[in-house]
């Protein structure tokens, strides 16, 4: 198998393959998810939870996501990384760009940032200067202030038709890929046909392009929060972290995960 690289992602998509990815934080996970397949190893914020064990992913700062992305892309040989651009790392361009080139140095391949509006010209910057991009919408976990929680997105008609149209405008603006959290399965499915770039899903239903889940969540660990209704033990079958993630892959590959028990309707 050759390295993913980011023009191989649309590729997929045009081909029908699922892309799988999960979160991790360190080289010893980071080998056993790139011995398993994995395609894509995010590097997120998540890590402020379920690393940290802080109630959000607020006081994540670029230096930690530097030091696990450097510790995770010294275990993969094959899988794309991506780092998570932390809350307020990518508030104004010039400020986005020293944190991504922080993060691409220490070994990242991409950078996920969070929402459309303003973000949109954090994007262009980026992608302007040689810098890939994911993008992230639906529930975004740093806007929990202003959410009062962390809920499912897009559910109304008016907020899906407007979550339907910032997924336009971040392809728009040059992102390479876009994670939907928490949306109903219809609205993810449409912003799925609307968009030639890959969808990745958590909480998204079955009919993104791709889907990610919480390294920790998928291995069963009682993070201390609630768990949510996307959330599955694949270690419970798997019998093994590696079989955790083979399981996972299959499942995801063969459209089996996530099934209607662990989407929003
Ligand atoms: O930080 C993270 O783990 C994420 C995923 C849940 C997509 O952003
Ligand atoms: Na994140």
Redesign the pocket.
């Known amino acids: 198998d050759k390295p993913w690289t980011v023009p191989a992602l649309r590729e997929a998509k045009q081909e029908g393959r699922k892309l799988v990815?999960l979160?991790c934080y360190d080289a010893g996970f980071a080998r056993t998810l790139d011995s398993a397949g994995i395609d894509l190893v995010?590097v997120?914020?998540?890590?402020g939870m379920v690393v940290q064990g802080c109630d959000s992913?607020l006081p994540v700062t670029v230096e930690d996501i530097a030091y696990h992305t450097a510790c995770v892309a010294r275990g993969l040989s094959q899988a794309l990384l991506v780092s998570?651009l932390p809350f307020a790392a990518d508030a104004d361009p010039q400020r986005a760009l020293d944190a991504s080139v922080a993060l691409l140095q220490a070994g990242a391949g991409m950078v996920?940032l969070?929402g459309a509006g303003h973000k949109l010209e954090v994007i262009r910057y980026l992608v302007e200067r040689e810098i890939p991009v994911c993008a992230?919408l639906g529930l975004t976990?740093q806007s929990v202030l202003r959410l009062g929680g962390f809920k499912v997105q897009g559910r109304d008609e008016a907020a899906a038709a407007h979550l339907r149209e910032q997924a336009r405008e971040v392809e728009a603006a040059g992102a390479s890929l876009l994670?939907l959290?928490c949306v109903p399965t219809a609205v993810a499915a449409a912003i799925t046909a609307d968009l030639s770039i890959p969808t990745?899903g958590?909480g998204a239903g079955p009919e993104c392009d791709g889907q990610?889940?919480?390294l920790h969540d998928m291995l069963g660990l009682d993070s201390g929060h609630r768990r949510p209704r996307f959330v599955k033990d694949f270690l419970a079958e798997g019998g093994s972290v590696a079989g955790a993630c083979l399981a996972y892959a299959d499942a995801v590959r063969e459209g089996r995960f996530p099934d209607a028990a662990h989407s929003y309707a």
């Open positions: 990815m979160t995010l997120g914020d998540s890590l992913t998570d996920k969070e992230h976990p994670v959290e990745i958590i990610v889940l919480v």
